[in-house]
């Protein structure tokens, strides 16, 4: 079976494949401070991707602890850099550097690469104890710095809420390309109207855990209507629940980042383009999605209390 392979155009006129079939945070996340034991698993996952053809889409952090495994991967791999794209984020929540000027040049030289595809702000929330008086203006001039010097091909932000990217608007030079967001059927507004306002001033969004609602599927699924609903799609197109779900996200206008520990599931993530929802299969999976409550699973603390906006469309 041939590849189907798709992209969105981002504001500055580059491309980024639709989907991403190998995050490298979540399930091989390992947290800052804790006992490190270096993940075979993950490095063979990634080779796995990499070995598949057309070009790979990876999402990577430098909070996630996962730089050597993805170097490693990177190194053994004979796919073309070309082929390759990569996303890395700066942490402003943790002391790995000082800033993204200082962040991406570690990553690059750790990953022994010259560029990454997309460089993202991680969140826009600051730890003090560890970033000092950095600031999100000072932060996203450092971001554009890295951008001219071609060290980013694109730049954004991932976790901001319209107040976030409105801030970032008055001073920027470069508009943010993407926006990495917590989105799946049953957060459909990570923050109150984000969808809507990325969507309309042309900035990509990317959704993460857009698997949530098979993640954190509820012991009476089989009563719900909108898990009947993906059966019946499932079997209708001969796709897995995931790939319904992946495509339907795809069809939000919204770039799915996904991972996975089973190789079947990562050729599965690539292949969601080789079928298509309909306009209103669509809307009925948006539509019986925004009937659960509200599933978030990443930045708690801070979003929580967005909550009943969050079923918003
Ligand atoms: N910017 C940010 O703040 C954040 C970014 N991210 C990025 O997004 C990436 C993906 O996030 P993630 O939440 O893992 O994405 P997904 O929602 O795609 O979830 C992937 C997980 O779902 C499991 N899964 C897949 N299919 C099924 C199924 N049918 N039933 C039950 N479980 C299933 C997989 O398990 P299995 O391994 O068994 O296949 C895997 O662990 C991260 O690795 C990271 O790169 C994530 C969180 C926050």
């Not at 392979?5 to 401070?33: A, M, Y």
């Not at 980013?152 to 970032?168: D, L, Q, T």
């Not at 799609?233 to 520990?261: E, F, M």
Request: proline letters at 5%; one cysteine or more.
């Amino acid at each position: 079976m041939s590849l189907t392979q798709k992209f969105f155009d981002l504001n500055n006129g580059n491309q980024i494949p639709s989907i991403s079939i190998i995050g490298t945070g979540t399930r091989w996340f390992k947290r800052p401070g804790s006992e490190h034991t270096f993940s075979d698993e993950l490095v063979e996952q990634i080779k796995y991707a990499l070995s598949l053809p057309g070009i790979i889409h990876i999402d990577a952090a430098e909070c996630y602890g996962t730089y050597p495994e993805l170097a490693k991967a990177l190194k053994e791999s004979s796919k073309p850099r070309s082929e390759i794209f990569i996303t890395d984020k700066y942490s402003t929540q943790t002391k790995f550097t000082n800033d993204p000027i200082e962040g991406l040049n570690t990553g690059l030289k750790t990953l022994g690469l010259d560029y990454v595809d997309l460089y993202l702000i991680h969140s826009p929330f600051f730890d003090p104890e560890f970033k000092g008086s950095l600031t999100l203006e000072k932060v996203w001039k450092d971001m554009e710095t890295l951008y001219k010097e071609g060290k980013a091909k694109s730049i954004g932000v991932s976790n901001f809420s319209v107040k976030n990217i409105e801030e970032i608007l008055k001073i920027a030079g470069i508009k943010p390309q993407v926006n990495q967001i917590e989105f799946n059927a049953f957060l459909q507004n990570q923050t109150p109207g984000i969808v809507n306002y990325c969507q309309k001033n042309n900035i990509q969004l990317e959704a993460y855990s857009p698997l949530g609602p098979l993640q954190k599927r509820p012991e009476n699924s089989n009563e719900l209507p909108f898990y009947n609903y993906i059966d019946e799609l499932a079997s209708k197109y001969g796709k897995t629940d995931s790939q319904i779900l992946l495509n339907w996200v795809y069809n939000r206008g919204i770039l799915p980042i996904t991972t996975s520990s089973k190789t079947q599931r990562i050729i599965d993530a690539q292949n969601i383009f080789s079928f298509n929802l309909t306009k209103d299969e669509v809307d009925t999976l948006t539509k019986l999605g925004l009937e659960q409550p509200a599933l978030r699973i990443y930045w708690t603390n801070f979003y929580d209390k967005y909550n009943s906006e969050a079923q918003a469309s």
